[in-house]
């Protein structure tokens, strides 16, 4: 219709620039925007905020500067509708500190504002400032909504603070907010995470409806302390309510399967997903379903998994290397580390650690000394104290004690597992006072010795 529309205002941009933004087709918002300027459609207030959200979902900083610079020089920049759309466009993109100067700045705040804020806070890893926003809130009156509500609990989830999350919930208890659907899954969450998953519970039973994010919570919360039986239970009773899992909630449940043990369910889950056509977009749940077919030693059905995937990433492939150097097959593991490379899959530090393993399994010195190259090219040995650890141990099951102590000598910081590593090369190769002198220098050092010292 905007294309066969002979005159096009101001008005009609506006329209087709906001349907864009507002469904998530942020490029597409952008470039509007830019060939409205190009056929000369000067842009106002509406123009602008909807071009800023669509860089805000898009994540483009350099086009969300830009259209910020254009709202200043409009004079736009003093209302609250466009300096929340400015404030929350830098706190999708991650700058954090440029959405506090906004929010510092701004003559007149609402509760949009405090929101996008705490909000940019909870996502970038800034719990902590999250929660105090929560307080100042408090000194200046500002009620909080649902929206700023959610973002504080999560705050509290991710720095495990019960005390505040308590707070927060006597808060929105009295705001009768708690029957939201989404308050509610973002309770359950909080209490979860700081280890109150009887709370937790109590929260999902009370609850008057419940969707798929509530129930994979909780799934969630019990894996996530070792109740894989209590995790299939509550699956069960999930597809009897008739609430469609989803990836996630699948991810959960292959993790309860390794917990408890059952191939069975694990493989009744691979089916469900591969009928779904779940699988093989989604790393986390094929990274999951390789994990849990490693676990039980079927490293053919993890393999298969692996090779099928079409997002190939190296999460899943670490999955399967590690399969393989727990069951002892180093072999197997270096042919798959093989098949990465012939895919074009940059290795990270896991893949490496695996790797060293691997040949230490099968006495690999040629290997084990190519990735020790590798790392050192990277400057990654100076970095990471488990990998140099890894590449000391596989020196020492190599017989190569001086490149061990070479590469203990050169890690950053030796933890006791550093300090067993160096001590059991020695004393598997038969070297046993300088075994013992390892063990007494560590002391020395202020390591304190454990079992496997």
Not at 93 to 103: I, N, Q, S, W
Not at 215 to 220: D, E, K, R
Not at 290 to 307: H, R, T
Not at 411 to 423: C, E, F, K, Q, T
Request: with cysteine; charged share 20%; proline share 2%.
């Amino acid at each position: 219709l905007f294309e066969e529309t002979p005159m096009r205002d101001v008005v009609s941009w506006n329209g087709v620039i906001a349907a864009h933004a507002h469904h998530e087709c942020g490029k597409q918002a952008i470039q509007l925007f830019q060939q409205m300027q190009l056929e000369c459609v000067v842009p106002n207030k509406v123009t602008l905020v909807s071009t800023i959200d669509a860089c805000a979902s898009e994540v483009m900083i350099s086009e969300g500067k830009r259209v910020h610079a254009r709202i200043m020089g409009c004079g736009f920049e003093g209302e609250v509708a466009e300096n929340n759309a400015i404030l929350n466009m830098y706190g999708k993109c991650g700058r954090v500190e440029h959405a506090r100067k906004m929010f510092d700045t701004m003559e007149k705040r609402d509760v949009i504002s405090w929101s996008s804020l705490a909000a940019a806070y909870t996502q970038h890893g800034y719990g902590s400032e999250a929660i105090q926003l929560f307080d100042q809130m408090q000194i200046e009156g500002v009620l909080p909504n649902k929206v700023t509500y959610v973002s504080l609990l999560d705050a509290c989830a991710s720095q495990s603070a019960l005390a505040e999350g308590k707070v927060i919930h006597t808060h929105i208890h009295d705001g009768r907010a708690e029957s939201d659907l989404v308050v509610g899954n973002a309770l359950m969450n909080m209490y979860s995470k700081c280890h109150s998953l009887m709370t937790a519970r109590k929260i999902f039973d009370g609850m008057h409806r419940r969707d798929v994010v509530s129930w994979t919570t909780l799934i969630a919360g019990y894996v996530e302390y070792g109740h894989g039986e209590e995790a299939l239970k509550c699956f069960r009773h999930m597809n009897d309510a008739r609430v469609r899992p989803n990836a996630v909630t699948y991810v959960c449940v292959l993790n309860a399967c390794g917990i408890v043990g059952s191939l069975e369910i694990g493989k009744y889950i691979d089916a469900e997903v591969r009928k779904q056509g779940l699988l093989w977009n989604n790393v986390l749940l094929g990274t999951a379903l390789i994990d849990m077919y490693s676990k039980f030693g079927a490293l053919e059905k993890a393999q298969e998994v692996c090779e099928k995937l079409l997002v190939q990433d190296v999460i899943p492939w670490n999955a399967l290397l590690t399969g393989y150097c727990e069951h002892g097959l180093g072999q197997e593991a270096l042919n798959c580390f093989r098949s990465m490379h012939d895919k074009g899959i940059r290795p990270d530090v896991v893949t490496y650690v695996c790797i060293l393993k691997a040949s230490s399994i099968v006495r690999s010195i040629e290997v084990g000394e190519d990735i020790d190259t590798q790392v050192r090219k990277q400057g990654l040995l100076q970095k990471n104290i488990v990998l140099g650890t890894a590449l000391l141990d596989m020196y020492s099951k190599c017989g190569k004690l001086d490149k061990a102590r070479e590469v203990f000598e050169q890690l950053p910081v030796r933890d006791v597992v550093s300090w067993n590593a160096m001590i059991a090369g020695y004393a598997q190769n038969g070297l046993g006072e300088e075994a013992l002198r390892c063990f007494r220098q560590m002391q020395n050092e202020g390591v304190y010795p454990d079992v496997v010292s």
